[in-house]
């Protein structure tokens, strides 16, 4: 192991005292944010995602290896580690241009659009080198860093190849550590996943993997097929089982779920009852959507607002009595493709308020930055619907949060049927097509025409799944 990757042994303690194994978490990057204040660095956790789900999975210890986000010189390198295994958490050191090919460069300019049914990426073979440079150093040092028996759980499409990596350099080792490796994206059909010339590759890669999880079933059998088609693998023993290189991998579909007890405590606050009551008072007598995205195509925001303009156009007598609230997290701002897709959001939003507005009343309030997790909180209280249009979505727990927070008003979540949610939520929303503006029109007077009752079914169908489901998945 090279000097600078330090092991966190040398940081860390292991709870020897619990006789259960201990949990290696690998992922692009830590959920932490590193802050330097006078040459002393500190980490600070991050609330939600996976991190709150980790809390229940029963492990007795874990740590959490990853990327910190920024380029460490060496001689800084000690004290950031010391700070990070406070967290649980421990650095895999990369150099800024090494972190900029493998994540812009190969992950989301190549995997991220093919993940998504994108088609007519080019091939950056400069990209596919620092991907490859990448997972082989998670892959050293995870190996020198894992113990016997440590179960070892690795994260989404910016570690394809580590799975098959990490295997060999375990062998070599002679540590047997299961793995598992969870896909937080869809995986797509044949057809777009063969436009990759490097596919066969990655699926090797993840192979390495004693279970593997997906999303829905849906991905779950694409990649299956896709291994079938391309590597001639077997199904092994029993169903949802792929038989390679004398081994058999399980295959899943695990439901991600939310902490939802983080929000329903918070509707709880006094603070965020305050805020309630003062944006009740704001939208009195207006029939409020809610719409929470990042600002990605994938998200289908242009669907999404073409939906909502033909919504006007249909029904009028709706135009003074309703408002949609539409926060466009931005991601990625330096990528020319979100650069463009901004400027299509914010025209189009431009052009609904200038047709639409009047000068005591606005049907949409288009919100271009992140907002505070206690206005998040109050406005999917306040709303009467909460409209999600992804063209493709691995999951979408925007979903689950809406409906955390609508035990008393029962409000309507109205979802694309592409996402990953569709499949758990289905009976508990209204699902549409985004890429008809007239279906998007037709679900949205759906939700805000439907009875009390019906209101209440569905909500009981969502509350039914958030408060079962609220682990990220099952080792």
């Known amino acids: 192991m090279r000097k600078d990757q330090k092991s966190s042994k040398d940081t860390m303690t292991n709870n020897d005292a619990s006789e259960k194994p201990r949990l290696i978490i ?21 609330s939600g995602g996976l991190v709150s789900a980790l809390r229940g999975l029963g492990a007795a210890s874990y740590l959490w290896l990853g990327w910190p986000g920024m380029e460490i010189k060496e001689e800084d390198r000690d004290p950031v580690n010391i700070a990070l295994a406070k967290e649980n ?43 490859q440079t990448v997972n082989e150093i998670f892959a050293d040092r995870i190996s020198e860093e894992a113990t016997e028996g440590d179960l070892i759980w690795v994260h989404d499409y910016h570690l394809l190849l580590l799975p098959s990596l990490l295997r060999s350099r375990l062998q070599a080792k002679k540590k047997k550590c299961p793995i598992g490796f969870f896909l937080h994206t869809p995986f797509p059909v044949d057809d777009f996943w ?37 590597l001639g693998t077997g199904t092994g023993t029993a169903e949802h089982h792929i038989s390679h290189e004398d081994r058999t991998i399980k295959l899943g579909r695990y439901a991600v779920g939310i902490d939802h007890t983080r929000f329903t405590d918070a509707l709880d606050d006094p603070a965020i009852q305050s805020r309630i009551q003062e944006l009740g008072a704001l939208y009195k007598g207006k029939a409020v959507i809610i719409g929470v995205d990042r600002m990605d195509y994938t998200k289908g925001l242009p669907e999404k607002l073409r939906g909502f303009q033909a919504f006007l156009g249909e029904h009028s007598e709706w135009s003074e009595k309703v408002v949609l609230i539409q926060i466009a997290i931005p991601s990625r701002e330096e990528v020319k493709e979100y650069k463009e897709l901004e400027e299509e959001v914010s025209k189009l939003a431009g052009q609904i308020i200038g047709k639409h507005a009047t000068p005591h009343s606005t049907p949409l309030l288009y919100i271009h930055r992140s907002v505070s997790f206690a206005e998040l909180v109050a406005l999917y209280s306040i709303s009467n619907a909460c409209l999600l249009a992804s063209r493709r979505d691995g999951m979408n727990l925007v979903a689950s949060e809406y409906a955390a927070c609508q035990q008393d008003r029962h409000g309507v979540l109205v979802l694309s049927e592409f996402t990953g949610a569709a499949s758990f939520l289905k009976h508990g929303s209204i699902l549409f097509n985004p890429a008809s503006a007239s279906g998007v029109s037709n679900a949205i007077h759906q939700a805000l025409t439907m009875g009390r009752e019906e209101r209440k079914a569905k909500y009981e169908e969502l509350r039914d799944f958030i408060t079962s489901h609220t682990r990220c998945v099952s080792y």
């Not at 010339?197 to 699926?203: F, H, I, K």
Request: hydrophobic letters at 40%; one cysteine or more.
């Open 26 to 46: 690998a992922s692009n990057r830590l959920p932490l944010s590193i802050t330097e204040n006078d040459g002393k660095y500190e980490a600070t956790a991050s």
């Open 194 to 230: 063969r436009g990759l010339p490097v596919q066969e590759d990655l699926l090797r890669g993840i192979l390495g993997s004693d279970i593997i999880g997906f999303h829905t079933d849906e991905y779950m059998k694409n990649f299956e097929g896709a291994c079938e088609i391309l």
């Open 89 to 131: 958490a421990a650095a895999v050191y990369l150099d800024d241009q090494l972190a900029q090919n493998h994540y812009n460069g190969f992950s989301n300019a190549i995997l991220w659009p093919i993940l998504h049914y994108q088609s007519g990426v080019i091939m950056n073979p400069k990209a596919w080198e620092a991907y």
